[in-house]
């Protein structure tokens, strides 16, 4: 069953694509693949309503850096103070 038959947004053609969904809370990201309505339009991204659970869930778990049904595929970083860039900071 379709959440949306139309683009709220803009009235556009929704059509089903997998798109990256990056979550993050507390300093973490998790990154996945989502089948999501994509606007033939404007681009909107559109969820289902149990995806936006799912969303809300998994920032939680990264947010009281609770990894279960997490699986780590790498290390995220930021720069260290002091960079000779200064037009770099660091992210936290
Ligand atoms: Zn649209």
């Known amino acids: 069953m379709r959440a949306f038959d139309k683009c709220p947004v803009c009235g556009g053609e ?12 507390g300093g973490n990201t998790a990154s996945m693949k989502v089948s999501a309505e994509v606007c033939g339009k404007c681009g909107e991204h559109l969820y289902s309503q149990k995806l936006s659970h799912s969303f809300d869930e998994i920032r939680r778990k990264l947010q009281h850096q609770e990894f279960s049904h997490l699986r780590p595929i790498g290390q995220s970083f930021t720069v260290e103070d002091g960079w000779p860039d200064q037009t770099i900071r660091s992210a936290g």
């Open 14 to 25: 929704l059509a089903t694509h997998l798109v990256e969904k990056i979550l993050s809370g």
